[in-house]
């Protein structure tokens, strides 16, 4: 019998998270019961068997599996309200940026499997990086837990000490990524192409490169050395990349971020 799932905040990440399950087969959309605060604003298209609703008590207690996806500083008015209900057969699953396991069991009140997962809005389309970290599981929940984000993208499992770097890396490089997609698209239309053109050669080249590194195992300056020609135009546009920052001011973004979760 499949799993009963609840993702407790249907947001951006929240419904992605939905959307990748059911595009995976993971789960039933009718599996997946989605709460939110206010139930007419929900971020994405999903299947109308998909249940929605305000109340987190009785989501929770329906579930097997509860996925927390709300803000960080929503965290612990949810667990409060839904650790009575929690069961040491359920599985939680949180997604929440600085919550770490420890955090999530002293709220959850009862010794049950608790799991960070880190992914990415990729999870939607099913090409999402998860970082994982588990306390309190047996290898079969972690199986469960690793399968269901293995079929929504790669998975890494790591220690709790790291999930931080994994936010980082993982979740707001996305958006990195899509930075750097973005000015290339501007580059692309002083250089002549209308924006539409721009956007599609710059979205699949830097899927191209992304998967040159995960198909061939090697490091960007191995797949780099074979696009820069002696003499070339890649080579003077890549120092003049890096005379202005380049690689420093991403290296300095990254290192940002991270400082600001452990500020919060
Ligand atoms: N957006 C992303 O790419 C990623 C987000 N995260 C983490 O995931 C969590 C959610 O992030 P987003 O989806 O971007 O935020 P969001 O603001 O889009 O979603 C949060 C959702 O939680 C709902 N919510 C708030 N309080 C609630 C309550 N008491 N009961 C039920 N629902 C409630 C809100 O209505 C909202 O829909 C955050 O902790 C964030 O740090 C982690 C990795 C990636
Ligand atoms: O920006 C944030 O705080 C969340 C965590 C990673 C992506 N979005």
Redesign the pocket.
Known sequence: MSQKIAIIGGG??GTAIAQGLIKSDFCNPADITITKRNLSTLKGELPKTVKITDDNVKAASDSDVIILAVK?FQVEGVMKTIAPVLTKKQVLISVI?GVTVSDLKEMAQIELPVFRA?P??AVAIQESMTCISYDNATDKQVQTVTKMFNTVGKVAVIDDKLMDAA??LG??G??FALRYVRANIQGGIEIGFDAKTASLIAAQTVKGAAELLLSNNTHPEQEIDKVTTPKGCTIVGLNEMEHRGFSSSLIRGVIT?YK??AKD
């Open positions: 951006n990440l960080p940026t880190m990415n809005t936010t980082v979740a707001c996305t958006a971020s600001k979760i």
